[in-house]
């Protein structure tokens, strides 16, 4: 099993993190204009991506302020089917601190390598949304 992770931080307290990473209007800023989101555990959110492209994340831990962890239960990317999704969230002195994983990748593939780089532009994203107010959602991006 492979994994893939990620550090970023943030000028910002942990609760504008926390509030972003489970909020409709956070997600939609940073991630893709086109979700279905809720911040209730079992709740499944639903990313699309395109038209063809719907991956769906049921939410499995909230820790307010401190820990995101979701379930991929359904993608077009079958190789992110049963992957866990987390997010721990450490605040020292009104900076934070976000280590993003997104575990049991079952090999290494090109589809392990190109989500592994465009995590690092999800938590670029997430860093721009809440130090300046404008993200980079899927819809935004022009790479």
């Not at 209007?25 to 959110?45: A, D, P």
């Not at 239960?73 to 994983?101: Q, Y």
């Given at each position: 099993m492979a994994n893939i992770e990620h550090l970023q931080s943030v000028n910002v307290p942990a609760e504008l993190v926390y509030e972003t990473l489970t909020t409709e209007k956070g997600l939609s800023e940073i991630w893709t204009n086109e979700l279905?989101?809720?911040?209730?555990?079992?709740?499944?959110?639903?990313?699309?991506?395109?038209?063809?492209?719907?991956?769906?994340?049921?939410?499995?831990?909230?820790?307010?302020?401190?820990?995101?962890?979701?379930?991929?239960?359904?993608?077009?990317?079958?190789?992110?089917?049963?992957?866990?999704?987390?997010f721990d969230i450490e605040e020292n002195n009104g900076k934070t601190s976000i280590t993003f994983r997104q575990m049991n990748w079952k090999d290494v593939t090109t589809c392990y390598r190109i989500c592994n780089y465009n995590w690092a532009i999800f938590l670029y994203s997430l860093k721009q949304y809440c130090e300046e107010e404008v993200g980079m959602p899927y819809q935004k991006r022009k790479f």
């Amino acid at each position: 099993m492979a994994n893939i992770e990620h550090l970023q931080s943030v000028n910002v307290p942990a609760e504008l993190v926390y509030e972003t990473l489970t909020t409709e209007k956070g997600l939609s800023e940073i991630w893709t204009n086109e979700l279905k989101v809720n911040n209730h555990i079992g709740f499944i959110n639903e990313f699309r991506f395109g038209e063809n492209d719907l991956t769906k994340m049921r939410i499995d831990e909230l820790v307010p302020d401190k820990k995101i962890v979701w379930q991929c239960v359904d993608s077009g990317d079958a190789e992110w089917i049963g992957t866990t999704i987390s997010f721990d969230i450490e605040e020292n002195n009104g900076k934070t601190s976000i280590t993003f994983r997104q575990m049991n990748w079952k090999d290494v593939t090109t589809c392990y390598r190109i989500c592994n780089y465009n995590w690092a532009i999800f938590l670029y994203s997430l860093k721009q949304y809440c130090e300046e107010e404008v993200g980079m959602p899927y819809q935004k991006r022009k790479f």
